[in-house]
């Protein structure tokens, strides 16, 4: 399995601006994904990171608000852009490695919106 | 379409009983089914998962669950409960995108273990 990190663990920010949140794994990995997970809440899709094209976004997600990059197989960001206080959330990194389904998650960024 | 439903959004038992946290699916063919766990300001750790081998799946800390396609249920069972299981735990289908598979949260069930 994969061994996920993900910087920063936490942040506190000011609304109005901008976090890109990072993600690293210890070995190259087939998909790479991010997830936000509201207060209290189960998880949902942002978009898949694909390397070295476009992510690919799920409804009601946009790049201009989350831009995503991908450079290479074991690296990913997530930015938060224009930030509010309703973006509070845990935003967490999986990855799938070979041809499988199964996904390994990073321990999660803990974002609050002042 | 692919969907989950987990049944219970707490549960409490107490410490040496036996743990049920329900799950049933809706799926237009086989789905991969899996079971999450997360601890409090922790990651997502996989349990266990369902691909069609077996229907009775054993995953790590003494925890299994079943995968029973006449009743689309995917209940997770662990015979005694110990304080350090109390946590959320989501039940997921995937259904396979590409090279990976896009997963499907349930709701979440939190179990709470009384001494």
Redesign the interface.
């Known amino acids: 399995?994969a061994v996920?990190s993900q910087k920063p663990s936490r942040d506190i920010c000011q609304r109005g601006t901008s976090l890109t949140i990072q993600c690293q794994v210890d070995s190259q990995v087939?998909?790479m994904?991010w997830y936000r997970q509201q207060p209290g809440?189960?998880?949902?899709?942002i978009a898949?990171a694909n390397q070295g094209s476009e992510a690919t976004y799920e409804s009601g997600f946009v790049i201009d608000k989350f831009p995503i990059s991908r450079p290479n197989l074991t690296f990913s960001t997530l930015t938060v852009s224009n930030m509010s206080p309703e973006d509070s959330s845990i935003y967490?990194c999986?990855a799938?490695s070979g041809?499988?389904?199964?996904?390994?998650?990073?321990?999660?960024t803990?974002l609050t919106v002042l | 379409a692919q969907s989950v439903t987990q049944l219970d959004s707490h549960v409490s038992v107490s410490e040496g009983t036996p743990v049920l946290l329900r799950c049933n699916y809706s799926s237009s063919y086989s789905p991969?089914l899996?079971w999450?766990v997360q601890h409090p300001?922790?990651?997502?750790?996989?349990l266990l998962?369902y691909t069609s081998a077996a229907t009775l799946v054993k995953g790590i800390n003494g925890f299994e669950a079943e995968f029973k396609k006449s009743e689309t249920s995917f209940h997770l069972t662990k015979p005694s409960a110990h304080m350090s299981d109390a946590a959320e735990y989501?039940c997921v289908v995937?259904y396979?995108?590409?090279?990976?598979?896009?997963?499907i949260?349930?709701?979440?069930t939190e179990l709470s273990v009384k001494p």
Do not use: A, E
Not at chain 1, 99 to 108: E, I, K, W
Not at chain 2, 41 to 46: E, S
Not at chain 2, 96 to 103: A, S, T
């Open positions: 399995s996920i087939t998909m994904f809440q189960s998880l949902t899709l898949t967490l999986s799938t041809v499988t389904d199964t996904q390994y998650f990073g321990p999660g803990r | 991969s899996f999450y300001n922790k990651g997502l750790q996989l998962k989501f995937s396979f995108y590409n090279q990976g598979g896009k997963l949260f349930g709701q979440g």
